[in-house]
């Protein structure tokens, strides 16, 4: 069986399975979750050791101990998917939902309801807490899915899904409602990007060069999840003492993630005061600031010189872009040229600029005299998260549940034909 | 300027004009649907004159008389757009609405807020009705338009766009909210398709075809809109009488659009009585069916026998697809190998086959006892519609002003960081 045929086969047992997970009741696929946690934790010697043999092909191949770690498996990691899993199970089904629903002038009811999606491909990187914190929340919300992961993680991976497939069945719902997608090649993940039809949407979670190939390579839908170049704003008419806080927050607290900021700018009026204690306050950190020429001259001899490249620069670590910006407006169309569309914030007491920020900033999350971290579905209070989406079609910010089903019109009537 | 390089700057300049739509008051957009209804009536001569010149051109084509007809412009279909517009002005504003909103335990102020998608593409077919439809509905909900509409129809659509946009600028929105998408080539659709960044979502409006080739093509996100391949399912339990009357309105009212029957599927219980009526009803209709075995056999000497092609085409003409099955859950199945995810009947007295259809059958709008004609925006009570969406990202089934905005997240605190 060469690639296309095997990814369309898994695709196809995906959709049948599909067909039973949509109509499962709630308890069903409650008793799943915990059925699936009981099982990797019994699998949880078997996962251990694949994993130690992917952790040791990594090193050999020269992996930075970084992504080893992020890779790497142990007895606390396990348990935190089975919680997932469990805790999954204890959020409300959206399965159902009435969205809307009214009685129209000739008698017809009308119901709009969630149902599922059907098949979700998840494409993601050298993470395998991903495969089963994915595969809980597709099958609560009544999804099969298809995971593709990181290569460099196929033994976890095979050893997760293995476990996850055996606590489901234990329920009569299908093992292949979770299934790695097969095939080591790119090709096979062009087969899946491919499977319009078959696959519902797929979801990329990882780096902007992963995402950004889904997006220009796929036929299936796609939700974008995750890049962020997020802007912190210091207005002229900002508490200082809060928008030190706010900035050291947003940038030092978890620098790694999508969430966190990567430009600083600063008003005029404030920038004399603000940009030392900025500087001061970045430097203790251990931040390297980019500044323009101004930020320079206002900053001290510690301001590398930023270039044209920084704006756009989702650092992801402790580095930071900084300008002074003339006004409001100025930050705002800064933020138009260069922002991703995540989360911009703007740190001021005044009113009318709060209210023109968030009327002129088009992003996910627009945020006011707070961090930027706090867009995360679960500081949303969503009890879970499947990515964080940047664009604007069907979910932009934090993805809970009612995020991965879409919805069907109910029509009820009693002989009615249209006049 | 090459057709790239015009259709790019087109795409800027309605980015532009987006940032000022998005903030306009529902006052200022209700102006300004007025003055293009205004504007439109007054330029009825110069839009009938051009509107000649596209008729003769395609007439002196071989165009069939059919598409002329569509093609063709009088003083009542100018002022039915005119009216159009003003209708819409009397639409409730989708932007701004709050979809939910909560205070996080932490003091954090949670909004969830409707904002326009910024700008949005139509690709459509020789309906000129279109060009006033698609800008008036766009506008309402802040977005910026790029239009391209088939090149027969260039004079006439060119000739509204000036219409509307010397009425938008009498209210101080920019005329740029709706332009033509420059260029006749199939090369300047591509560059509207590659658009990604510039253009938010493009929506194509017309056959199959055009359809298939938007969605393989576009990098940018589509809404896949109108094919509809809808099912009637007569069960054992039908009452027969209805069930007559319902196909022959599903069928025979409208044949041409997306929401009329294409297969009729009749249980074997109820087939020996219900094929020969339905024979007789349909021929009266001048209806062709094009049965299977057992429906030719019931049906006598007049049913065409079907193909394999039959049971996937959208006839979108007075034909019809019909067959005998065994049971419900092979009508499901049918549907499920054949349907279009567009409109699906089933005409039952049985509580529990109308339960099992609904929760079956995915589709965008699932009918029980009543014709599929009424998937439809207005008959929805939306009080307009862009198109039905059979896709299952964002928008599912009839999109009215709603379906056409995204939304923001609104943070608001008071000095909040992430511990």
Not at 234 to 262: G, M, Y
Not at 289 to 314: C, I, P, Q, Y
Request: a negative charge.
């Amino acid at each position: 069986m060469n690639d296309e045929t095997a990814v369309l086969d898994a695709a196809r047992r995906a959709r049948v399975a599909a067909t039973d997970l949509a109509v499962a009741s709630r308890a069903t696929k409650d008793a799943a979750l915990q059925a699936m946690a009981d099982a990797l934790l019994a699998a949880a010697p078997a996962v251990l050791e694949a994993n130690a043999g992917d952790c040791e092909r990594a090193a050999a191949n020269g992996t930075p101990e970084a992504m080893i770690d992020r890779l790497r498996l142990d007895d606390g990691r396990i348990a935190a998917m089975a919680q997932g899993l469990r805790d999954v199970a204890g959020l409300p089904d959206p399965v159902g939902e009435v969205v809307r629903g009214s009685t129209l002038p000739n008698g017809l009811e009308l119901r709009q309801v969630r149902v599922p999606f059907g098949v979700v491909g998840i494409i993601y990187e050298a993470r395998p807490n991903v495969t089963a914190d994915a595969t809980g929340l597709a099958l609560k919300s009544g999804n099969a899915v298809l995971l593709r992961g990181s290569s460099s993680a196929k033994a976890s991976n095979t050893a997760i899904v293995g476990a996850l497939r055996d606590g489901i069945v234990t329920t009569g719902l299908p093992a292949d409602a979770v299934q790695l997608v097969p095939g080591d090649t790119h090709e096979a993940v062009k087969h899946l990007m491919r499977a319009r039809g078959l696959v519902d949407v797929l979801i990329p979670r990882g780096g902007a060069a992963l995402i950004k190939s889904v997006v220009e390579e796929s036929t299936v839908p796609v939700i974008e999840t995750g890049v962020g170049n997020c802007h912190v704003y210091v207005d002229a008419d900002a508490d200082l003492d809060a928008a030190e806080k706010i900035l050291i927050n947003a940038k030092v607290q978890r620098p790694s993630v999508c969430n966190a900021a990567e430009t600083l700018l600063v008003h005029a009026d404030v920038a004399a005061e603000f940009v030392p204690r900025a500087m001061a306050a970045l430097g203790a950190a251990g931040v390297t600031v980019h500044g323009d020429a101004e930020f320079a001259r206002l900053g001290g001899s510690a301001v590398v010189a930023a270039n044209d490249d920084d704006w756009d620069t989702e650092y992801l670590s402790l580095d930071i872009a900084a300008a002074v910006v003339p006004s409001l407006e100025d930050a705002i169309t800064h933020i138009r040229a260069h922002g991703s569309g995540h989360t911009e914030a703007i740190l001021t007491r005044s009113q009318a600029a709060a209210r023109r920020f968030v009327a002129a900033v088009d992003a996910a999350a627009v945020v006011v005299n707070a961090s930027t971290r706090f867009t995360d579905g679960g500081e949303f209070g969503f009890g879970a998260e499947i990515g964080i989406s940047t664009q604007k079609l069907h979910a932009r910010g934090p993805m809970g549940l009612p995020e991965l089903t879409s919805t069907k019109y109910v029509v009820t009537g009693d002989g009615h034909v249209r006049p």
